[in-house]
């Protein structure tokens, strides 16, 4: 990624005083979690926080990996981006082991990188047969800015709807395009979820897991990785944010 374009630095996101405003996100009620992933690693970066408190107190989790995550690097021959899919699915794996997760319940659709809103009925159908009533969903907001993780937001609502499962919104990209005086986030729709240091070291840790991306792939070349430091410093802070769906107002966005 060119330096310049590195979008909003988290230095403005940390003088800002809007993430420390934010109400509390309790957790006090969730019996299971379904975490939707549109690319391996979206899971870990959204909500590894959160994923590591539930595991730490028995909760269930189970992922929904929704591509393998082949395009992260577009100009790969097909025999290249088929490895750098199933070298992406084992970064994942070794995060979420990184979180306390051994032996992970992963559930892999293999919709294809850039491609999922073509298969948005498909989509739908694999969620709303995963959820459960009672189930805390978490999912990409549907604004996040990739086009991938939007669907990812926007099937994620009709399929909360669907089977009364409570849906969370995580954000990846909008801390990249966004600016925290703006107010196309919902702010008052948001929760923070405060990290203790275990788990911010854990998390941490568990985005180290993701080599492809926050590695050159040629360590003799000049290239810059798809996630440099500056970006990966925006899912280091000491809390998580969610969207509070429920509480939306569509007019807002």
Partial sequence: MDNKNLGTSEERWQDSSRLTQLRPLEFLDARRIV??????????????????????????VKIVAVTDGERSHPFLDPSESYELAQRR????????????????????????????????LELLGSLTATLREGDWFV????????????????????????????????????????DPDSENIPWEACRQMQ??????????????????????????SSDEPV??????????????????????DDEIN
């Fill in 35 to 60: 975490v939707v992933a549109p690319h391996p690693d979206d899971e870990v970066f959204g909500a590894g926080g959160l994923m590591r408190r539930a595991l730490r107190e028995e909760v269930e």
């Fill in 139 to 178: 999912a990409p907001w549907r604004f996040d800015g990739h086009p991938d993780h939007d669907v990812c937001g926007e099937v994620a609502r009709i399929a909360s709807v669907a089977t009364g499962a409570r849906l969370l919104s995580y954000f990846v990209w909008t801390w990249h395009w966004a």
């Fill in 89 to 120: 699915i084992s970064e994942s794996r070794e995060a979420l082991r990184r979180l306390g997760y051994a032996k992970p319940r992963i559930r892999r659709l293999h919709m294809p990188d850039g491609k999922v809103s073509q298969h948005r």
């Fill in 195 to 220: 990290l203790s240091r275990r788990e911010r070291a854990c998390k941490r840790w568990a985005t180290m897991a993701f080599d492809s991306q926050t590695s050159p792939r040629d360590p003799l």
């Fill in 227 to 248: 996630l440099p430091a500056p970006i990966l410093r925006r899912f280091w802070r000491p809390n998580e944010v969610f969207v509070e769906e429920s509480e939306v």
